[in-house]
Every structure is written in structure tokens, then in C-alpha cells.
């Protein structure tokens, strides 16, 4: 019975696998994951050329062209008013008086995906500007920030593996190519603090911060938390390990082999390490954010902030004021805080 459940499985997902192959645009070298460069600016210019952020995530996501050099207006809460404007550059392009650069990594981005609740959603193409923007907006991050696109499209999509590490290997060689002597921090969220954690095992030059929000570091523990959360409370192992031996259908591009990260987590050592989490998210344990930062403990400097506040979702915490708070407080602690 349990191999008849199985193989209807497979021949549903191969199914989907197939649809979505001849449906989607194939995103698999670094030019089509739409790098940016974000500089804010305090000082606002009449000669600027402005473009809102989502004209500019509407062009990206058209393929129309996309200025090399543009100006973004940010806003005050109620968007009453123009506080400041981001300076947008095509690539990694950094003035050379740079001191120290942020490096975001966001999580999964998609479009309509089976399985997953529509109160998820998010923008496949222009979706790391578009984060990037609400993480500049609500200060967890401080520029200067280069961030790219998730490596997001089904047939590509491999959590923190080849592609993703060869991206950010990129984007991290530009910046050090550019401003040698820069402090550089690394920002992920969800499934990109997978691909930060996974980077930060080589020990990346000028890299001594990282900033974790909802981290995850193994698909198998996703997947049974998926499965806890959104299928039923008692799937203890049955139904994950299935999901496990199904995800390579769904996403050609992951290796289950490469999976070893939650075996690796002694080789990250030597850094300074802020980790967010919300105690009720449907994707990350309180078990298995707990053995992270147990595992991180041993060779690096962890702070560790927890919410159960009922306005959070996962990795979403612009509502949560001690967490903006305690996330700058732990920038200021290192010397981090821009002027």
C-alpha cells in the first residue's frame, strides 16, 4: 500500500514537473538573477531620476529595460512624505570610500506554486530589490546593500547548492575586487540564510557578521515542519521522509546528497551572529532553531531574539518593534550602524 501511495505521488509531481518546465522561464546564470547595487542617500536632488519601486520591479519583471543608474524615492510611514531616496546601480557597483557593504541573501520567491497557502506571496523577479527595499525601510539592514534575485525557478531551484553558492561567491569577489578593505555582512532570510550559513563554512574574506531572520539549514526538517504545519499535526515521520524522497521530482537541481549543512554547522566559525525567530512558524521548529544556535554557539558569538507576537509570519517582522530594536542595538554593538 505504502508503494502504490508512492508511485501515484511520483507520477503527480512528474506530472506538475513537466507543466511547469514548459511554463516558466529558466533562470540559471547570474545575469538573469537582476543584481543591484542600493546606496541611500540622505540628501534628495531635483535633477534625481526617479522610479518608484514597484515600476522598477514591474520593468524587471517585463523585461523592459532598466535604467543602469536610478533614484528611488523612500517614504515615511504613512507615505506622507519623502524621507530619503536609495541611489539604484545595475551589478555590484560601490564608490571606492566604501567601509562596509551588506550582502542580502532573500528566501524562496515565487509565483503560484500547488501546495503552498496564497497568504504567501512574493515577486519571482525584482523580488530581491523589493525585499531589500522593506528590509532598508524598516532597518534591518543599512546600506551600502548589493542583493540579487533568489535562485527561484523550479528547474533551478537546488537550497543552497551549486548555483546559490556560485552566485553569491560572485556578487562577494565583485565586492572585494571594488573595496578591498571593506567589513562585509551577510544577510539571509529563510531559505537564503540556508545559502549565508552554507557560505560562511569557507570563510569569506572580510565577512565577520552574519544576520539570520526564520534561518533554516535542512530540507528534511522544512519539509517535516511543512508537514506538521500545513498536512496534519501528527506526521511524525511517515509523511516528511516521503516528502523527502519527492522533492528532487518537484526540484531537479537539489541534491538530497548535498544536503549535510545541519552536519557542517561546527565548520561556521569566528563570526558574530544575530538570529530572528517566531516561535509559531509553520516552516522552522522552536527544535530546530534551537539546535542551530546550539551548533553555532560552539565557535561563534550568537544573539538570539524570539517572538510570538500573532502579527508575524515567517520571516516577516517589520511589525515587531524589539526585534527592529534588538537588530540594530546588535549592529551598533559591532560597529555597524551607518552615520
Known amino acids: 500500500m505504502k508503494n502504490i501511495f508512492l508511485y501515484i505521488l511520483k507520477v503527480i509531481l512528474i506530472s506538475q514537473s513537466y507543466f511547469y518546465m514548459h511554463c516558466t522561464v529558466k533562470q540559471n546564470d547570474l545575469s538573469s538573477l537582476n543584481i543591484f547595487t542600493?546606496?541611500?542617500?540622505?540628501?534628495?536632488?531635483?535633477?534625481f531620476k526617479f522610479l518608484s519601486i514597484y515600476e522598477t520591479i514591474d520593468r524587471v519583471k517585463d523585461n523592459k529595460k532598466t535604467p543602469n543608474e536610478f533614484y528611488i524615492p523612500i517614504y515615511n510611514e504613512k507615505k506622507e512624505s519623502i524621507e530619503g531616496v536609495l541611489h539604484i546601480k545595475k551589478d555590484v557597483s560601490l564608490p571606492s570610500n566604501v567601509k562596509q557593504v551588506s550582502i542580502c541573501c532573500p528566501g524562496y520567491s515565487r509565483g503560484k506554486i500547488p501546495f503552498?497557502?496564497?497568504?504567501?506571496?512574493?515577486?519571482?523577479?525584482?523580488?530581491?530589490?523589493?525585499?531589500?527595499y522593506a528590509m532598508l525601510h524598516d532597518t534591518f539592514l543599512h546600506g551600502p546593500i548589493v542583493t540579487c534575485d533568489s535562485i527561484s525557478q523550479r528547474n533551478y531551484f537546488n537550497l543552497g547548492q551549486e548555483l546559490?553558492?556560485?552566485?553569491?561567491?560572485?556578487?562577494?569577489?565583485q565586492i572585494i575586487s571594488q573595496v578591498p578593505n571593506a567589513r562585509i555582512v551577510l544577510f539571509g532570510t529563510s531559505l537564503g540564510s540556508f545559502n549565508v550559513l552554507k557560505f560562511a563554512q569557507t570563510n569569506p574574506k572580510n565577512v565577520d557578521t552574519?544576520?539570520?531572520?526564520?534561518?533554516?539549514?535542512?530540507?528534511?526538517?522544512?519539509?517535516?515542519?511543512?508537514c506538521q504545519s500545513f498536512v496534519t499535526k501528527y506526521s511524525s515521520t511517515f509523511i516528511p521522509n516521503i516528502a523527502y524522497k519527492l522533492f528532487p521530482y518537484w526540484f531537479p537541481n537539489f541534491d538530497p546528497k548535498q544536503d549535510t549543512l545541519e552536519q557542517e554547522l561546527e565548520n561556521i566559525r569566528g563570526y558574530n551572529i544575530f538570529i530572528a525567530h517566531y516561535e509559531y512558524d509553520e516552516f522552522v521548529s522552536n527544535e530546530d532553531v534551537n539546535l542551530l544556535i546550539s551548533k553555532l554557539k560552539i565557535h561563534n558569538?550568537?544573539?538570539?531574539i524570539s517572538t510570538s507576537d500573532a502579527k508575524v509570519r515567517h520571516s516577516h517582522f517589520s511589525k515587531v518593534p524589539e526585534i527592529i530594536e534588538k537588530t540594530n542595538e546588535f549592529y551598533k554593538n559591532q560597529g555597524l550602524l551607518s552615520s
Open 116 to 132: 503552498l497557502p496564497r497568504k504567501y506571496p512574493s515577486t519571482r523577479y525584482g523580488g530581491g530589490l523589493l525585499y531589500t
Open 38 to 47: 542600493l546606496l541611500p542617500h540622505a540628501q534628495i536632488k531635483t535633477d
Open 210 to 226: 552574519l544576520v539570520l531572520h526564520s534561518p533554516v539549514f535542512s530540507a528534511k526538517r522544512i519539509l517535516r515542519q511543512l
Open 301 to 304: 558569538n550568537v544573539h538570539f
Open 164 to 173: 546559490d553558492q556560485k552566485c553569491l561567491q560572485s556578487i562577494h569577489q
